[in-house]
Every structure is written in C-alpha cells, then in structure tokens.
C-alpha cells in the first residue's frame, strides 16, 4: 500500500542547503501525517520535522532553530524538507515516515543521506 521513497540528499559543505523529497506511490497520500527524521553514525533516530495531512500544520525539532521548512504537494504526492544553512552535524540519514493509523509512524522510506563537510 504505501511505499515512501526518499530523494534529493547528497555531499555538500557547511552553509550550503538541500531539498528532500519524500514520495508516495500510494492514492491516499494527502490523508497521511508526514514525518522527517534523520539517524546519525552511532546515534538513536530523531525526529526533525512534520506537516499534517493538509500542510496547515508543521511541527519542528528544536535544533532546526528556523533552518528547515517542510511542505507538501498532495498533487504530486510528496512531502519536501528544505535545509538551510547546513552545518557538519547534520550529517545523517534523513528518512521520511507516515502516520496511515491514529498516532504511530508506521511506514518509513529507505531514506537518503546528507554529508555536509567542513
């Protein structure tokens, strides 16, 4: 039913910001809570952002700090993570996840990493 796919991370340097795209190929996107969270080497996942189902609602992380914005195009079935301004330690893997029940991420992507070097 859903299959999220992540895209859009790559090498960058400090100061430098990327897009990630989180798409479904699913019919029944725009009815799903959206989360980003990112996985750093040796430490636990995190979260990092939200938007409801209608993008009239986002939640962030409090280490964004203003940094990131998350969007979505139901049309195109996709949630966007705009990071600005990146520093070194938001090196992570950056993965997307649906709420398809009442509360819990159920459904995560394959997710895409972000190197940002010094």
């Known amino acids: 039913q859903v299959h999220l796919v992540e895209s859009g991370g790559g090498l960058v340097q400090a100061g430098d910001s990327l897009r990630l795209s989180c798409r479904d190929s699913?019919?029944?996107?725009?009815?799903?809570?959206i989360g980003w969270f990112r996985q750093a080497p040796g430490k636990e996942r995190e979260f990092v952002a939200s938007?409801?189902?209608?993008?009239?609602?986002?939640r962030y992380a409090d280490f964004v700090q203003g940094r990131f914005t998350i969007s979505r195009d139901n049309g195109k079935n996709t949630v966007y993570l705009v990071l600005y301004n990146l520093r070194v330690e938001d090196t992570a893997t950056y993965y997307c996840a649906a709420v398809t029940g009442l509360s819990e991420y159920d459904y995560w992507g394959q997710g895409t990493q972000v190197t940002v070097s010094s």
């Open positions: 938007i409801s189902r209608t993008g009239q609602n986002t």
């Open positions: 699913g019919r029944s996107f725009n009815t799903y809570v």
